[in-house]
Nanobody, 115 residues
Framework: QGPLVESGGGVVQPGGSLRLSCATSGSIFSHFAMGWYRQAPGNQRELVARITTDGSTDYSDSVKGRFTISRDNAKSTLYLQMNTLKPEDTAVYSC?????????WGQGTQVTVSS
C-alpha cells in the first residue's frame, strides 16, 4: 500500500453522516499539509477541506458548517467528519499530503448520498 490509506466511505441517505479516515506515516504528519479532495461524476476535482501542520483549516463554501477536517497526531490519522450530507456531496473522496510542489494521494473512497 501507499503512504495514504483511506477508509470510511459508503452509502447514506440525505441528512446522514459519515467519517472518512486517512492513515499516514508520522513523517508526513510532521511536515505536510493535509487535505481532502473530491471528484463527482462529470466534474473536475475540487478541494473540500485542508489543514496545516499548525492546525489552520480551510473549507469549500459548499461544505462549511457541515464538514469538519481534523488530525490526530498520536495516530497519524486525518479525518473528515461529514454531517447533513446532500446528494450533491456524492463523489470519490481522496486524501492528499502536500509540501510545496510534492505530494501524495490516496486511492480514493466512494461516498454516495441517495434515498
Amino acid at each position: 500500500q501507499g503512504p495514504l490509506v483511506e477508509s470510511g466511505g459508503g452509502v447514506v441517505q440525505p441528512g446522514g453522516s459519515l467519517r472518512l479516515s486517512c492513515a499516514t506515516s508520522g513523517s508526513i504528519f510532521s511536515h505536510f499539509a493535509m487535505g481532502w479532495y473530491r471528484q463527482a461524476p462529470g466534474n473536475q476535482r475540487e478541494l473540500v477541506a485542508r489543514i496545516t501542520t499548525d492546525g489552520s483549516t480551510d473549507y469549500s463554501d459548499s461544505v462549511k458548517g457541515r464538514f469538519t477536517i481534523s488530525r490526530d497526531n498520536a495516530k497519524s490519522t486525518l479525518y473528515l467528519q461529514m454531517n447533513t450530507l446532500k446528494p450533491e456531496d456524492t463523489a470519490v473522496y481522496s486524501c492528499s499530503a502536500r509540501l510545496g510542489t510534492v505530494g501524495y494521494w490516496g486511492q480514493g473512497t466512494q461516498v454516495t448520498v441517495s434515498s
